[in-house]
């Protein structure tokens, strides 16, 4: 009876009453390359709102919300250092050829990225309690409890609302789910054996340090596995990998 025109059946309408904005402050740092060594570093800290979909099927305009896609802070540093070992360079200039071809001419290479966690929201959830009470202290998450269940979150299946006016929000700034956590470091080292002829060698690390970055937990109150996390993000485990390049 909620319908404007109950007799009819599902009507599919496209039309722009959507809207996005986002408001930033963006600071990066630079060391252009300078004795074997350079650096780029950025940091975003920003707010990302959209109202692209509506709470309920009569609403007359779209929720105003925190965007899916808002990550409050982020952070991107990239440097290359090439080490001053080997003939030519500052330290051991004068090393035996056959002694260079192992300890000189190495470049480091390292990537590392933050970034905070994506918003979380609860669906159609019957919540009686404060909401300040569902995030947990970062020294409290743990896989098997990422936010306070116990908030005043109504967990029983069969009071569950499903022909209701929904007021609840469909996400929340302050509740996220894990960020990103990633260092990525190489080695990479060219042999010169002839004018043409080079031989590139190679030993790349991906996520270095084995940093485990959980997936979203899960958000539904009815379910047995409320609060906990079951997956990782797409970085998973660490990679080591090698590799032996000719050029002629």
Do not use: C
């Not at 408001?23 to 650096?39: W, Y």
């Amino acid at each position: 009876l909620l319908r404007p025109y109950p007799h009819f059946q599902d009507i599919t309408v496209t039309f722009p009453a959507g809207y996005s904005y986002y408001h930033s402050m963006q600071v990066s740092v630079e060391r252009r390359m300078s004795k074997g060594f350079t650096i780029q570093s950025a940091w975003t800290w920003g707010k990302f709102m959209d109202g692209a979909g509506y709470l309920n099927a009569t609403d007359d305009r779209p929720e105003k919300v925190i965007s899916d896609q808002d990550f409050t802070h982020r952070f991107a540093v990239s440097g290359i250092y090439e080490l001053p070992f080997g003939r030519g360079r500052t330290w051991f200039s004068t090393m035996p050829k056959a002694a260079d071809y192992v300890l000189g001419g190495w470049q480091l290479q390292a990537w590392y990225e933050g970034q905070s966690g994506e918003p979380l929201g609860f669906g159609n959830a019957i919540f009686t309690g404060n909401l300040a009470d569902i995030p947990l202290p970062k020294n409290q998450r743990t896989e098997l409890r990422w936010f306070n269940v116990d908030a005043g979150f109504n967990r029983n299946s069969a009071q569950q609302l499903a022909n209701n006016i929904r007021t609840f929000p469909s996400l929340f700034s302050g509740v996220r789910a894990d960020g990103i956590n990633n260092l990525n470091v190489s080695a990479f080292k060219v042999i010169r054996l002839k004018e043409r002829l080079r031989l590139e060698l190679s030993f790349e690390t991906f996520n270095t340090f084995n940093h485990v970055q959980f997936g979203p937990p899960n958000t539904n109150p009815v379910n047995a596995a409320f609060g906990s996390i079951t997956a990782e993000k797409g970085h998973g485990q660490r990679q080591l990998t090698t590799g032996i390049k000719v050029k002629f």
